[in-house]
């Protein structure tokens, strides 16, 4: 069992940003996707950004040009850079890491946007 914890969400104006960040308990090799999805209430899970384990990064069209995903392999991390944020952004942030054809999902961080 892989434990990932997201920390950095919380309340944002329109147009704010915020810094999320994802860290596995344990020591973990690199060289595994990890990925960031949210859900807002009454919707399902989406696809934000996946990173693979040589850097290269997907993201959905609602988050191109806004949001940077980025990894510390060294450190078993993987942050979410959000800009210009939207009330549409306003969700529960989940990262997940593959390994192996398991995935694993952390608690999830709440980010809100509104004035």
């Known amino acids: 069992q892989v434990q990932l914890v997201e920390s950095g969400g919380g309340l944002v104006q329109p147009g704010g940003s915020l810094r999320l960040s994802c860290t596995a308990a344990?020591?973990?090799?690199?060289?595994?996707?990890m990925g960031w999805y949210r859900q807002a209430p009454g919707k399902q899970r989406e696809m934000v950004a996946i990173?693979?384990?040589?850097?290269?990064?997907i993201y959905a069209d609602s988050a191109k040009g806004r949001f940077t995903i980025a990894r510390n392999g060294a450190e078993n991390t993987v942050d979410l850079q959000l800009n210009s944020l939207e009330g549409e952004d306003t969700a529960v942030y989940y990262c997940?890491?593959?390994?192996?054809?398991?995935?694993?999902w952390g608690q999830g961080t709440q980010v809100t946007v509104s004035s």
């Open positions: 990173i693979s384990g040589a850097g290269g990064a």
């Open positions: 997940n890491i593959v390994i192996f054809g398991l995935t694993y």
């Open positions: 344990e020591r973990i090799a690199s060289g595994f996707p």
